[in-house]
């Protein structure tokens, strides 16, 4: 198989003078899977008896981005290692002949998750997306890194370039005597014309400027700048449409509440009818009985597969469950993943709008990334049916469609 230049370093840094190897920029360049192939190589070489770390942004996460590609390479094979997946201690033992060590997964997915690696010992760490984990995981995982010799690894996309990491760390390897390598599409060879295209449709705006051309830039402007040139909105008749039907809602009292009926055929998705609510403009609240009635007349008589609610919305997700018509389920409510994924669906004509539902094309026009903050965000007004639009692509579209961009 062929190997870049840029790849070739990556296994060269064991026999390197640096402490730290970070690897950053486009997907799809084999930055994750050739710095596991290395680090546990220099684990085997180097040490007998001791533990490592593999981090994700949680431990399902690094388990489906390391670990199982990693057991699946012929290249442990080759190298005569025996390996050992302890799924309930999350620990991947390899041996090779006396030589055993052993990898521990760890998940750093929020401020308290720095106590789950706090009070090991280890001889090396492997953290990927590390903009994804807070900074206090990252310094308690190099902490742990106690033993003589012991080496740190980072693999990341690009975030925005006010993130610690990208100010600490990427401006700054010198600072900690690491070795930086920076990768585009190009830089991977086992990549074709073809698949690097497909890729590359698959991302707009800030998500095409971070994964494709691999820049550390800033979210700002329109959330979906490209909505106009995408052709989103459809008019066509829908009294006989068919597929598989859901309903999505981002509940709000004070604010606005946003309902969505969905049709999901073909590998397409459809946004049919829209049901919106703002207490404000009508002067008065809602009950909770009021919205599902609201939510019963958008269904209109249709079998709804799942009712996809934001889990905050308790009050109301108890007042569906006992009502006993519909299935209901916790949205996805990640943001920043969550709209990459309605921007590719609806970059490649995967997602569609109904020209009667007003209140998300008026939104979808108006949606804008909040410069102000340090880190991604959106400004949170007219967001309401963007919200209810994320729920449903990110819970249901992202697992229908097996080849939509979605990170943990």
């Excluded at 290692?81 to 060590?101: F, Q, S």
């Excluded at 597969?305 to 209901?328: K, W």
Aim: aromatic share 12%; glycine share 6%; hydrophobic share 40%.
């Amino acid at each position: 198989m062929a190997i870049s230049d840029k790849q070739l370093r990556i296994l060269s840094f064991p026999y390197s003078p640096y402490t730290a190897l970070i690897c950053d920029g486009a997907i799809r360049t084999g930055k994750t899977s050739l710095m596991t192939v290395a680090f546990v190589d220099w684990a085997m070489e180097n040490f007998s008896g001791q533990t490592f770390g593999i981090c994700g942004k949680t431990v399902d996460s690094a388990v489906k981005n390391i670990i199982q590609p990693y057991r699946l390479m012929a290249h442990g094979r080759r190298k005569g290692y025996e390996m050992a997946w302890r799924r309930t201690d999350k620990t991947l033992e390899v041996r090779k002949g006396a030589r055993v060590n052993r990898f521990e997964v760890f998940g750093g997915k929020d401020e308290s998750s720095y106590m789950l690696i706090q009070g090991r010992t280890l001889a090396g760490v492997l953290l990927d997306e590390v903009p994804l984990m807070p900074e206090s995981f990252f310094n308690q995982a190099l902490a742990r890194c106690s033993v003589d010799g012991a080496r740190f690894w980072f693999s990341s996309n690009p975030a925005s370039p006010m993130h610690w990491y990208y100010r600490e760390w990427i401006r700054q390897p010198e600072k900690h005597n690491a070795l930086y390598i920076h990768f585009d599409l190009a830089d991977n060879p086992a990549l074709s014309d073809e698949t690097r295209a497909r890729y590359e449709s698959q991302y707009s705006g800030v998500f095409y400027e971070r994964y494709i051309l691999g820049r550390w830039v800033v979210a700002q402007g329109l959330v979906y700048e490209g909505f106009a040139q995408w052709h989103p909105v459809v008019d066509t008749d829908t009294s006989t449409l068919a597929g598989r039907f859901f309903l999505s809602v981002d509940y709000g009292t004070h604010n606005p509440c946003a309902m969505q009926l969905w049709c999901v055929a073909n590998g397409r998705a459809l946004l049919v009818d829209e049901a919106y609510y703002d207490s404000r403009e009508a002067g008065a609240q809602r009950t909770d009985e009021e919205h599902y009635a609201a939510l019963e007349k958008l269904a209109a008589g249709r079998y709804i597969q799942a009712v996809i609610v934001d889990p905050s919305a308790a009050s109301f997700i108890e007042t569906i469950r006992r009502h006993g018509r519909f299935v209901v389920r916790g949205a996805e409510n990640a943001v920043v993943p969550g709209i990459n994924v309605c921007a590719g669906l609806m970059q490649c004509g995967r997602l569609k709008i109904h020209a009667r539902c007003e209140n998300t094309i008026r939104e979808a026009g108006l949606y804008r990334w909040d410069d102000k903050k340090t880190e991604d965000a959106v400004v949170k007004e007219y967001d309401h049916a963007m919200d209810a639009m994320r729920y449903f692509a990110a819970t249901v579209l992202c697992r229908e469609f097996r080849w939509v961009p979605w990170r943990e």
